[in-house]
Nanobody
Framework: QVQLVESGGGVVQPGGSLRLSCAVS????????MAWYRQDPGNQRQPVASISTAGRTTYAGSVKGRFTISRDNAKNTLYLQMNSLEYEDTAVYYC????????WGQGTQVTVSS
């Protein structure tokens, strides 16, 4: 069974940075495209960024130029570097495949607050 464990969230001031990690176990990670999603209260979970097996990336318009998705296949880990954080980035962040093949992990809370 595939397990997703997100970490790295926290409280940060506007303009700050965080790096999220997603450890994937039980799957052939290197053979899977991956994505980050986020959900804030009252809204649906939405995709933020994705990365193909070849390393090609896509981003939601609201985070383009500020967030960077990457992967380390040797460590079965997905990353999301978040810079220039804004209040609107406050959410619980999750990882999964772009077509949501796996059960969701617990997510990691990111709070942007002054």
């Amino acid at each position: 069974q595939v397990q997703l464990v997100e970490s790295g969230g926290g409280v940060v001031q506007p303009g700050g940075s965080l790096r999220l990690s997603c450890a994937v176990s039980g799957a052939f990670f290197r053979l899977k495209a991956m994505a980050w999603y986020r959900q804030d209260p009252g809204n649906q979970r939405q995709p933020v960024a994705s990365i193909s097996t070849a390393g090609r990336t896509t981003y939601a318009g609201s985070v383009k130029g500020r967030f960077t998705i990457s992967r380390d296949n040797a460590k079965n880990t997905l990353y999301l570097q978040m810079n220039s954080l804004e209040y609107e980035d406050t959410a619980v962040y999750y990882c999964n495949t772009p077509d949501i093949q796996w059960q969701w992990g617990q997510g990691t809370q990111v709070t942007v607050s002054s």
